[in-house]
């Protein structure tokens, strides 16, 4: 039983996850293999902030054109709710680059690093959304495509391809691996 009167896998009166409370989340929790090849529970990030080097083409791509990987990220993200396949990819790329010659582009990233972390319930670390993108928007950039990519997206295909993979039984993402030894 935790201090907060809940056994392990019950969601505390706050409604909030045990380990969002400072508790540790359930043996039960979903888990899966990062592009380091360590397992990662729900809630944590598949790499940390400033391993941008882990996708050297990524990296290059982001710090000379911030734009692609933005856009990218965007598709996903908003699950391709856009017409047409690269439409939406194209048109938020385009309007980052606007706002990024006045210097608001990372107050528009941020949006979606929030939505992100809304969708697969990942922790606002190493600190609020809005800082990362000012302080370090190409290592955030870099990371949250790295996160997309281990979630088994191809980037580069946009959201249409990615669930038509899906739906042909083409996965790319990398299997689920238990928490350790059982008996």
Known sequence: MHPDGTTPGQIPASGYPNSMMGQPMPPSAPMYVSPRGRSVRSGEWSTNLCHCCDDPANCMITCFCPCITFGQIAEIVDRGSSSSEHSGCAAKG???????????????????????????????????DCLVHFCCEACALCQEYR?????????????????????????????????????
Request: with cysteine; aromatic share 12%.
């Open 94 to 128: 385009t309007i980052y680059g606007l706002l990024a010659m006045t210097g608001f582009a990372c107050l528009y990233s941020c949006f979606y690093r929030s939505k992100l972390r809304g969708q697969y319930d990942l922790d606002e670390a190493p600190c609020v």
């Open 147 to 183: 996160e997309l990519k281990s979630r088994g997206f191809d980037m580069g295909i946009g959201w249409e391809a990615n669930m038509d993979r899906q739906k042909r039984g083409i996965n790319t993402v990398a299997p689920a691996v238990g928490h350790g030894m059982t008996r």
